[in-house]
């Protein structure tokens, strides 16, 4: 809920996962990595600067493991909250909110994120509620069905704002049937038909230590607290994971689509322009985030240049790789009130022409290489950004070298390399669009982008 | 561990009040022409900011020019005399720094986010701006396509934002707190770059700016820069003071929108005084005791139990005039929204007629003291933080008695804050409801 603040743009640094450097540059902090005996990983970064403690504890499964039911696998991590053997849903609650502890679960394609950030002289009783919430959800009917009903509300409120819902939409139409298509929230028909049955089953073939990774980051003493974590842990038997990899063959778009999405009372038209991305371990991720950078990773990207502040078309403008394990999309993604529709959907698409056309010069480069060196250090700055740094390099198979080599793999990228990167990781044609707005107006033009195919938002599902 | 906890807080934010860096450690000096900068040296990481907060914001506007400070805000990075449209984004970005900006009902503040290797650099680039802002036409023009793209925007993708507009409109009849930040979409259409100009001259001098630096920086440095670069911009008269005195509310109003929606939102506001009045720690925690967390009042009863609001949220902005208190919540489908409003005015009832509990307080002191931590675990927080406090405290050492100042709320003062300010005379009530659904 925002308060009568505007902000000159939007955050630019949101999508990009990255790196550190605290008084040694670009070195990642020492950490200590263990692997418990039943496989649970457990890797410990002491931070001292304030007296606060995050835990990510991420257990690898999310929506592509959702099968017939989408929002499975969302509301079985929602569900860890609603209570354990030990303890009911209002004294999770209360003690966590007593000690002032911040805590969600956040579920994604391919992990399901426990969270937690509390003071340092919470440790023990913080602990005891993680390893309760993670080893013995209860998942009760009654407050199962409270959540669930929440749930239903929030997927139609959720269509009233597009900007919520127009990646759900993409990833269906990009990815179809693919698992990675799946909408994590879920779909209106299928959450209304889950039950616990469903969200404890699943729970017991997805969930274990095997299958779980647990990041501590902040003010302790790494042996006190690996103790107390392997102790807490250590009973942990559970059948779950590791989970069934998503198959690797993923269908490239044949032909340019457009998937309209009509709300009619839009004020303003909202879309997506994508293709096949990257998975997040390619070895030239950082090669790619520069040359992202120039095209729309940053405020005077030639995207922004051209579409807002050329233009005034549009608010803001920017693209990006969104990574999952095996696979990923790349994306442009935009705004623009009703009228001016066709010229930034035009715009759009002959700015990105210019990347394969012409490609960034020396100059271009050597300040989008500046900018990435400049705006690395702030990115994991708080004990939060380590712990989900730390999850994030076991769930997507890349390791400190990201953060070491960062400086050194952004300083390689000249016009011969940045050329190489854009012909091998930048789709060409083909493109995945997808627009949501009024159709009375913007339906006419979309032809000449591809076959359009049409849903109305208050459809159920994406 | 309720009792052990109190004293500690006090030993710990008395004394150590930026973790590291103690509140002694915040240096201050003020140029030859009135602007002030505070700096705090923090060697964590190899970067730096430069928040310039400017005492300028939408109740500085007047019917006609709604809008005008937020769009100004724009208009600053669109070139200077030394650096022309463009270059300010271009030459930051090219030596590794980035920047964005904010305007509120009070202030407009320009944040910096630098490798500390171009700490001069900055200085150049806003010395260029704040001394010999050089509108363009043709910026002015590309410029308010922007803002209106940013209001569709908002207007689009966050109901709140049209609610909040009609509500503020009502609940203020004199104040300039009635109309929105972003402004209405006939005086963005309309405004000239006379009205620009007139804005600079008047509330861009280096006397109404204050600047916060914190980072990997050295304070010498830091003084012999801003004296070469930003001291020789000439201060200007202090500008006219807000005057105007929002008149008493003497009934409750209500106001009715309609949009697409798939069930009610509510919007109920209550007058409350400016931040620097002694009630603000009290109604701050009244928020928290209403809204902060799962176990919080509004939230238990009316998300968790009874089942009538998906959302609820109650928050108090900071404000240099008295402003508002708002409590929010988006309705469960097909609940009657006369219920859920009920249901709220139930629990502040609750509160004005039973009080609330030490261990409810003891709460909220413990997330505030969380909360501050987070703030202060970042360059950027400990900025932002600094510059709030001197601007709507009126000095940034209040920052080491707010931990005292939220310690001596009472359950006594929790009560009497909601009997005084959340009463119905006092409130007006926005509601949201779906088109053609009558009220």
């Known amino acids: 809920m925002k308060r009568g603040k505007f902000v000159r743009q939007f955050g630019w640094l949101l999508c990009l996962l990255s790196g550190f450097i605290r008084s040694e540059p670009f070195q990642c902090p020492p950490f200590e990595r263990q692997v418990l005996p039943n496989g649970m990983v457990l890797i410990l970064m002491e931070q001292h600067e304030v007296p606060l403690v995050s835990v990510s504890a991420v257990v690898k ?110 990833d269906q139409f990009m990815f179809g049937n693919h698992p990675y298509g799946n909408p994590v929230s879920g779909t209106e028909p299928d959450v209304g038909r889950i039950t616990t049955d469903d969200v404890r089953a699943f729970y017991s073939k997805q969930y274990g230590p095997g299958n779980t990774v ?22 942990w038997k559970a059948s779950g994971g590791p989970a069934d990899a998503v198959p690797a063959d993923i269908a490239e778009p044949e032909k340019p689509r457009v998937l309209f999405v009509n709300k009619s009372d839009a004020v303003e038209t909202r879309f997506m322009i994508g293709g096949p991305g990257i998975p997040r371990n390619n070895p030239d991720y950082t090669g790619i985030q520069v040359i992202n950078t120039i095209l729309g990773g940053r405020f005077t990207s030639w995207l922004n240049d051209e579409m807002r502040i050329n233009r005034g078309l549009t608010y803001g403008v920017r693209s990006y790789f969104s990574c999952f394990i095996r696979s990923g999309a790349f994306i442009i993604s935009s705004f623009t009130p009703n009228a001016t529709t066709e010229e930034a959907l035009d715009v759009a698409l002959e700015v990105y022409g210019r990347l394969h056309d012409q490609g960034p010069d020396e100059a271009t480069l050597a300040s989008a290489r500046n900018y990435m060196s400049g705006q690395f250090p702030p990115r994991f700055e708080t004990s939060e950004d380590l712990a989900n740094l730390l999850t994030e390099m076991e769930v997507y198979g890349f390791d400190a070298s990201f953060i070491n080599d960062f400086q050194k793999q952004v300083s390689e990228i000249d016009t011969a390399r940045a050329k190489k990167l854009i012909e091998t990781y930048f789709p060409e044609d083909n493109f995945q669009i997808v627009v949501i707005g009024k159709g009375s107006e913007i339906r006419p033009l979309l032809d000449k982008y591809g076959s359009v195919t049409e849903k109305e938002i208050t459809a159920h599902g994406f | 561990m309720d009792l052990k906890r109190l004293p500690w807080i006090f030993i710990l934010l008395c004394t150590v009040l930026f973790s590291q860096t103690t509140v002694n450690d915040i240096r201050s000096f003020t140029l ?172 861009y001098a280096p006397n109404n700016g204050l600047a916060v630096m914190v980072g990997d920086v050295n304070l010498e440095e830091l003084r012999s820069l801003a004296k070469k670069t930003i001291e020789p911009i000439p201060s200007g008269p202090a500008p006219r003071a807000v005057h105007t005195t929002e008149p008493e509310q003497l009934g409750e109003k209500r106001v009715i929108v309609h949009k697409a929606v798939s069930s009610p939102r509510l919007m109920i506001v209550y007058h409350v005084p400016e931040t620097r009045h002694p009630d603000y720690y009290a109604l701050e925690m009244l928020t928290e005791i209403l809204s902060g967390g799962r176990s919080s009042r509004l939230y238990s009863s009316l998300v968790d139990s009874s089942q009538l609001a998906v959302e609820v949220r109650a928050t108090m902005p900071m404000g240099f005039d008295p402003g508002l208190f708002y409590i929010q ?111």
């Open chain 2, 32 to 203: 030859k022409n009135g602007m002030q900068f505070l700096v705090v040296e923090d060697h964590s990481i190899p970067n730096a900011n430069m928040f310039i907060f400017w005492k300028v914001g939408s109740r500085n506007e007047v019917p006609g020019i709604t809008g005008l400070s937020h769009f100004f805000e724009h208009m600053m990075f669109n070139g200077a005399e030394k650096y022309g449209p463009k270059e300010f984004d271009r030459v930051m970005e090219a030596a590794g720094g980035a920047n964005n900006a904010y305007t509120s009902e009070n202030v407009t503040v320009y944040t910096d986010f630098f490798p500390s290797s171009a700490t001069e650099l900055i200085f150049d680039l806003e010395a260029d701006r704040i001394g010999h802002l050089a509108l363009d036409d043709q910026m002015v023009e590309s410029e308010r396509g922007v803002v209106m793209s940013e209001r569709t925007m908002y207007m689009e993708n966050d109901p709140w934002t049209l609610l909040e507009e009609q509500v503020k409109g009502a609940a203020f009849l004199a104040h300039p707190y009635r109309w929105s930040v972003i402004g209405y979409e006939s005086d963005i259409r309309n405004w000239t770059k006379q009205d620009l100009q007139t804005y600079f001259e008047t509330y």
């Open chain 1, 214 to 235: 647990m990041a501590v980051a902040g003010d302790f003493k790494t042996d006190r607290i690996a103790k107390k974590i392997r102790h807490l842990f250590g009973e």
């Open chain 2, 329 to 439: 919540a988006v309705c469960k489908q097909d609940i009657e929204y006369l219920k859920t409003e009920a249901a709220i005015y139930g629990e502040i009832d609750r509160i004005v007629r039973d009080g609330v509990t030490d261990r409810e307080l003891q709460k909220v002191k413990n997330q505030k003291l969380a909360a501050f931590y987070r703030r202060m675990e970042t360059i950027d927080g400990k900025a932002n933080t600094l510059g709030t406090y001197a601007l709507f405290f009126g000095d940034y050492r209040k920052l080491s008695t707010a931990p005292e100042a939220y310690a001596q709320v009472t359950p006594g003062d929790i009560r009497r804050v909601a009997e005084t300010y959340l009463k119905k005379t006092n409130r007006t009530v926005g509601i949201m409801l779906n088109t053609g659904e009558d009220s």
């Open chain 1, 61 to 170: 499964t999310g929506s592509v493991h959702d099968g017939e039911k989408h929002g499975l696998a969302f509301l079985t991590g929602q569900g860890l909250l609603l209570g354990t053997k030990n303890r009911c849903k209002i004294e999770i609650e209360e003690s966590l909110d007593f000690i002032g502890a911040e805590y969600q679960v956040s579920v994604y394609k391919e992990e399901t994120a426990l969270s937690v950030s509390f003071m340092k002289t919470d440790e023990d009783l913080v602990l005891s509620l993680i390893a309760d919430i993670l080893m013995r959800p209860s998942f009760p009917a009654d407050e199962f069905e409270k959540r669930k009903s929440r749930h239903l509300d929030e997927l139609t409120n959720n269509k009233e704002s597009p900007s919520r819902v127009i990646r759900a939409y993409f």
